[in-house]
């Protein structure tokens, strides 16, 4: 396929360069956290395996796994996409936006899959601390009740930023941080990096910036590392 790109004016080649800029940087900076995340997954593991007192439970390490090769799956198949608009399509910087724009099967087919490997993550996130909290809160009925209703309000809705009241939710338990300091400070921790990588990326979104992209790739990645410090 070599067919010479139309005759555009230069502000759509400007529009059609940033874009494409954009998806390659965007790219490689989904490489590097996978990367940065399969080096923590791997310490993690290697960690509670080697461990002699096994704190952690079936269910956790589990759940570990589980959301490594969703997110891999996920990496995977935007490489694909993205590999074949760049390469099997790279004739010239029109084929390749072409080919990146195109509501075809492969572009249908990736939104699909990033869509369900999305909201079943962050489901699977959700179950997680809802188990933490029926553990390490037995009285605490509201603070169940309230997971309960964020993680019904996030799936439902497609809103997953409820989430960001967690760490207000968890100031007013203070007097049982003495008893579960390390895995509560882990939990509000990880509440915080998820809480500025949607400040960050709400921010962006209401400047109508494309670098919101950027901040997308890290608040994806935020929630899943979160039980990887417990």
Same mark, same amino acid.
């Given at each position: 396929?070599?067919?010479?790109?139309?005759? +555009?004016?230069?502000? #759509?080649?400007?529009?059609? !360069?940033?874009?494409?800029?954009?998806?390659?940087?965007?790219?490689? =900076?989904? /490489?590097?956290?996978?990367?940065?995340?399969?080096?923590?997954?791997?310490?993690?593991?290697?960690?509670?395996?080697?461990?002699?007192?096994?704190?952690?439970?079936?269910?956790? $390490?589990?759940?570990?796994?589980?959301?490594?090769? +969703?997110?891999?799956? /996920?990496?995977?198949?935007?490489?694909?996409?993205?590999?074949?608009?760049?390469?099997? !399509?790279?004739?010239?910087?029109?084929?390749?936006?072409?080919?990146? @724009?195109?509501?075809?099967?492969?572009?249908?087919?990736?939104?699909?899959? #990033?869509?369900?490997?999305?909201?079943?993550?962050?489901? +699977?996130?959700?179950?997680?601390?809802?188990?933490?909290?029926?553990?390490?809160?037995?009285?605490?009925?509201? @603070?169940?009740?309230?997971?309960?209703?964020?993680?019904?309000?996030?799936?439902?809705? #497609?809103?997953?930023?409820?989430?960001?009241?967690?760490?207000?939710?968890?100031?007013? !338990?203070?007097?049982?941080? =003495?008893?579960?300091?390390?895995?509560?400070?882990?939990?509000?921790?990880?509440?915080?990096?998820?809480?500025?990588?949607?400040?960050?990326?709400?921010?962006?979104?209401?400047?109508?910036?494309?670098?919101?992209?950027?901040?997308?790739?890290?608040?994806? =990645? /935020?929630? $899943?590392?979160?039980?990887?410090?417990?």
């Amino acid at each position: 396929m070599d067919a010479p790109p139309p005759d +555009l004016s230069e502000s #759509d080649k400007s529009v059609i !360069f940033d874009q494409l800029d954009l998806t390659l940087n965007r790219m490689i =900076l989904e /490489s590097l956290l996978h990367g940065l995340y399969t080096g923590i997954v791997a310490v993690t593991l290697w960690t509670i395996f080697s461990s002699t007192k096994r704190v952690h439970g079936t269910f956790l $390490r589990t759940i570990i796994i589980v959301l490594y090769v +969703l997110a891999t799956i /996920s990496f995977t198949i935007d490489w694909v996409f993205r590999r074949r608009a760049f390469i099997t !399509f790279g004739d010239n910087y029109y084929t390749v936006f072409s080919a990146l @724009m195109d509501d075809g099967p492969w572009w249908r087919a990736c939104f699909l899959v #990033d869509a369900i490997i999305g909201g079943g993550s962050t489901l +699977l996130v959700d179950i997680t601390i809802i188990w933490r909290c029926w553990v390490l809160w037995d009285p605490g009925t509201a @603070m169940k009740i309230m997971e309960t209703l964020s993680v019904v309000y996030s799936s439902t809705d #497609d809103i997953s930023k409820i989430r960001v009241f967690v760490p207000q939710i968890d100031c007013r !338990f203070a007097h049982r941080l =003495l008893l579960f300091r390390s895995i509560i400070s882990a939990l509000i921790e990880s509440s915080a990096i998820y809480t500025l990588a949607l400040v960050v990326y709400l921010a962006l979104v209401r400047a109508n910036m494309m670098s919101v992209a950027y901040a997308d790739i890290v608040a994806t =990645l /935020s929630p $899943r590392r979160s039980w990887y410090y417990v």
